[in-house]
């Protein structure tokens, strides 16, 4: 049955909002009327895919967020593991979900599996939704007959790689905080501060030191080309990031990455912690294996890794082995590898490449505490040394002028 989303009137009064499930909107009616509920409006649900055909039903709009993924993952799971059918625990869910887009696409999507469709068929009708790995995955979960432990596997998956994005985003936040209040900080001196005191020299009649006309210098073009220079970065900025919309430059972009240092190391980390997780999932779900790469590669955020994916694709087909395809690409660490090559030579693919991913998220959690390490410190140091710089600029000619007073 589709999903209905209704407004109506309560016995005070006030207009509550709902989804309910019906053949038709008069019955949805009927069930509000029942609920002595006074219906304002009742409209098939805004979850709707668009069919096959082309009719005009309404498309997803937004998604989950990964957090909700992995919840409503979570429950599904646990429900098909004590027995409930399917349909049941997606009502169930449903009935829980507080936010009414959610509910509705859960209904939706079981509206779907009460027509005769497979679960990883229903899903795929919300591509925007549920991503490639989790409609593969669930496919293979359906084909072995564990679906529960698929589902199971998808929402470790899910809470992981939202473990490790929230990790590399609070690593990096503070950081950039620093580095943005470092330069608010100098900017504000060398504005307003400094003009203030280096004023009173002006009528002085001796020439001011090398590093006071410097620094004079510096405060007079940032007073008169502050806010130019301002807008300059902000069009280069969003210029750039226009221009990163661009595969073939995108992709000169990440391979330069790769050639920075620390960074390299940051990024290749990064990169191989979310391949090798995924690749996992995938493998101890049954997906085949070339299957398994392709929708792999589409987690890695440089592009030069994502090409080498694809490349050593390839080579798997043409019948090279896992290990040997990824390691002709020199971007991938070298125990990753010999974890993989590990799991073929055992049959035991799966848990070698759970292993492997364990291993790189240590790694990634290893180089990110020693970035900061590095960082933080450095960011410091410049920030003392810029004000140091200033305060001497200042200081300077008043210890001159004590000079020739004495």
């Known amino acids: 049955m589709p999903a209905y989303e209704y407004k109506a009137l309560n016995e005070s009064g006030r207009e509550v909002k709902g989804v309910l499930e019906g053949d038709n909107a008069r019955q949805i009616r009927q069930q509000l009327r029942e609920k002595k509920l006074t219906p304002l409006s009742v409209s098939e649900g805004s979850s709707r895919p668009r069919s096959a055909s082309g009719s005009k039903k309404k498309a997803v709009r937004g998604g989950l967020s990964t957090a909700e993924l992995a919840l409503i993952t979570r429950q599904v799971a646990t429900l098909s593991a004590s027995g409930l059918p399917l349909e049941e625990a997606l009502s169930a869910i449903a009935s829980q979900s507080e936010r009414q887009k959610t509910k509705a696409l859960i209904l939706s999507v079981r509206s779907r599996i009460l027509e005769g469709h497979t679960f990883a068929s229903a899903l795929s009708d919300y591509p925007k939704v549920f991503p490639e790995i989790y409609r593969a995955t669930v496919a293979a979960g359906e084909q072995s007959g564990h679906l529960d432990a698929v589902l199971e596997r998808l929402a470790d998956y899910t809470e992981d790689r939202q473990s490790v994005k929230q990790t590399v985003t609070k690593a ?8 943005i209040a470092a330069i608010a900080i100098v900017s504000l001196l060398l504005a307003y501060v400094v003009p203030q005191v280096v004023g009173v020299f002006d009528s002085l009649d001796q020439e001011l030191p090398a590093l006071t006309r410097m620094l004079i210098m ?5 007073r008169a080309w502050g806010l130019g220079v301002l807008a300059v970065i902000v069009i280069v900025f ?7 919309s661009n595969e ?7 391979t330069f990455y790769l050639k920075i240092g620390f960074v390299s190391k940051l990024i290749r980390a990064f990169n191989s912690a979310q391949f090798a997780r995924t690749l996992s999932i995938l493998a101890s779900s049954g997906v085949p294996v070339l299957e398994a790469l392709s929708i792999a590669s589409a987690v890695l955020t440089n592009r030069l890794m994502r090409q080498a994916v ?14 040997a395809s990824l390691k002709r690409t020199g971007l ?11 799991g073929e030579s055992s049959g035991r ?13 240590r790694e990634l959690d290893s180089v990110l505490t020693i970035f900061l390490g590095l960082f933080e410190p450095l960011i410091i140091l410049v920030m003392g040394g810029t004000i140091l710089i200033i305060v001497l600029a200042i200081l300077l000619p008043i ?8």
């Open 399 to 406: 210890f001159q002028l004590n000079q020739l007073v004495s």
């Open 349 to 361: 693919l799966g848990d070698m490449l759970e292993k492997a991913a364990t291993q790189q998220e």
């Open 218 to 222: 510096a405060s007079d073009f940032l």
């Open 310 to 323: 694809k490349n050593a694709a390839v080579q798997v087909r043409e019948g090279s082995s896992l290990s």
């Open 238 to 244: 969003l210029l750039f990031r226009r221009a990163l």
């Open 332 to 342: 991938f660490p070298p125990m990753m590898l010999h974890l993989i090559a590990s």
């Open 172 to 179: 990096l936040m503070y950081p950039m905080a620093l580095v």
């Open 248 to 254: 073939a430059f995108r992709l000169k972009v990440d």
